[in-house]
T-cell receptor, first 117, second 112 residues
Framework: DTEVTQTPKHLVMGMTNKKSLKCEQHMGHRAMYWYKQKAKKPPELMFVYSYEKLSINESVPSRFSPECPNSSLLNLHLHALQPEDSALYLC????????????????FGPGTRLTVL | KQEVTQIPAALSVPEGENLVLNCSFTDSAIYNLQWFRQDPGKGLTSLLLIQSSQREQTSGRLNASLDKSSGRSTLYIAASQPGDSATYLCAVKETSGSRLTFGEGTQLTVNP
């Protein structure tokens, strides 16, 4: 299995809802990432998990809560979102975590299109 | 702070043409540069990864070059096809950090 899967593909939620995005990979990768992408803009890094531990949090608001239950699974819990949080949320994974002196190719999932009403 | 620029923002060509997409970056202290393809509303597909010590990489009809000293990379697509229509993003990984810095992409349309 050489792909990253994401569910759901589309999600519509109200500002008071609680929902979760799910990402899964079975490539034995030890780093997993969440990115946010607005229309016609490049992806923006949100979180990085390295060996199931949160290693990078790009000052993301607390209404986004990541979770890595095991090495294959990454969740993004959503609560009290704002309409401006509507975007494509991309998950990625890499063999090893990125460091200043190394880089492992990132493999991206198809994304979840989130709409906040 | 690293800045990555892609020109043009959009490009429309007839099928069969050879074309070049450009990517420039402000800080030449990069570890590598990666080209991605993104179809509308979809995830990113890695096309080519060039290490800082390399000058070019090839995959099928795609050829990417890197001139680190001048802060430039090009993606050459030979004999373009309608299926090549997508947004092409370049991203650099600096030697001083662990993150990718993306350009804003070039939206390519290949007309039959």
């Amino acid at each position: 299995d050489t792909e990253v899967t994401q569910t759901p593909k589309h999600l519509v939620m109200g500002m008071t809802n609680k929902k979760s995005l799910k990402c899964e990979q079975h490539m034995g990768h030890r780093a997993m990432y969440w990115y946010k992408q607005k229309a016609k803009k490049p992806p923006e890094l949100m979180f990085v998990y390295s060996y199931e531990k949160l290693s990078i949090n790009e000052s993301v608001p607390s209404r986004f809560s990541p979770e890595c239950p095991n090495s294959s699974l990454l969740n993004l819990h959503l609560h009290a979102l704002q309409p401006e949080d509507s975007a494509l949320y991309l998950c990625a994974s890499s063999q090893e975590p990125p460091t200043a002196w190394s880089y492992n190719e990132q493999f991206f999932g198809p994304g979840t299109r989130l709409t906040v009403l | 702070k690293q800045e990555v620029t892609q020109i043009p923002a959009a490009l429309s060509v007839p099928e069969g043409e050879n074309l070049v997409l450009n990517c420039s970056f402000t800080d030449s202290a990069i570890y590598n540069l990666q080209w991605f393809r993104q179809d509308p509303g979809k995830g990113l597909t890695s096309l080519l990864l060039i290490q800082s010590s390399q000058r070019e990489q090839t995959s099928g009809r795609l050829n990417a070059s890197l001139d680190k000293s001048s802060g430039r990379s090009t993606l050459y697509i030979a004999a373009s096809q309608p299926g090549d229509s997508a947004t092409y993003l370049c991203a650099v990984k600096e030697t001083s950090g662990s993150r990718l810095t993306f350009g804003e992409g070039t939206q390519l349309t290949v007309n039959p």
